[in-house]
């Protein structure tokens, strides 16, 4: 069910298999424990999301917390991080799980995950000598892209966008092929990728936010629910 060979997966393809029933089961076990005398929760949670989170596993939570709470009516959106801070101070949304600069953490976030934020490349992609640099970039609303348009803003060096992509996916596909080079978060690095030698962006955490006039308790639950997934 294991391998040890270096640079394989650890995991032989059967071992996969049973891993996926084993994480069935430990999620099964751990909402049966949680249903036991469980508050009757009703209401009405709006949760905005960044896309990393989905693919973080905070589906699953949203899943289970479904299955416990099955009157509490959650409705998600997945945005970019700027569009979710404006929906949240419009009281358009309950709560948020979002990216942003370490030195942008407010009071009331809670913090759950930090990363490293990479100029990347593809192994095999020559940049251009001259002063343009082709940039795989995220839309308009993407706070990499404004904090790299600022930076190289009167340096005599001009990012070209060269594709637009709201999908993380899409920018990491683009970066493989060899169009250019991206910012992306290091957790979203891929063989075949290299880290390019540019001005270095800040760090970048994962934070909770759910102002105070939304601190009821079936928000409260699905918050701490989203805490000990993430955290």
């Avoid at 959650?74 to 030195?103: P, W």
């Avoid at 940039?135 to 060096?157: P, S």
Wanted: glycine share 6%; with cysteine.
């Amino acid at each position: 069910m294991l391998q040890r060979k270096p640079g394989q997966d650890l995991f032989t393809p059967d071992g996969k298999h049973l891993l996926a029933y084993a994480e069935k089961i430990i999620t099964l076990h751990n909402e049966a424990l949680l249903g036991i005398n469980r508050p009757l929760l009703r209401g009405q949670v709006r949760l905005g999301i960044t896309e990393d989170l989905v693919t973080l596993g905070l589906a699953n939570v949203l899943g289970s917390y479904s299955r416990l709470y099955p009157q509490v009516k959650v409705r998600t959106v997945v945005e970019q991080s700027l569009v979710l801070e404006r929906q949240l101070e419009a009281d358009a949304l309950d709560m948020i799980v979002v990216q942003l600069f370490k030195d942008q953490i407010q009071p009331e976030d809670q913090v759950v995950q930090e990363d490293e934020l990479l100029w990347v490349k593809a192994t095999d992609y020559n940049l251009p000598s001259d002063s343009e640099i082709p940039f795989i970039a995220f839309d308009q609303n993407c706070f990499y892209r404004q904090w790299a348009a600022k930076t190289f803003a009167g340096t005599g060096t001009r990012l070209e966008v060269v594709l637009e992509c709201a999908s993380n996916a899409g920018v990491v596909q683009a970066v493989l092929a060899g169009m250019g080079v991206a910012l992306i978060a290091k957790r979203h690095l891929k063989p075949g990728m290299e880290q390019v030698l540019l001005p270095a962006p800040p760090n970048i955490v994962f934070v909770v936010r759910t102002p105070n006039r939304s601190q009821q308790a079936h928000v409260r639950v699905l918050q701490d629910s989203i805490l000990q997934a993430l955290q």
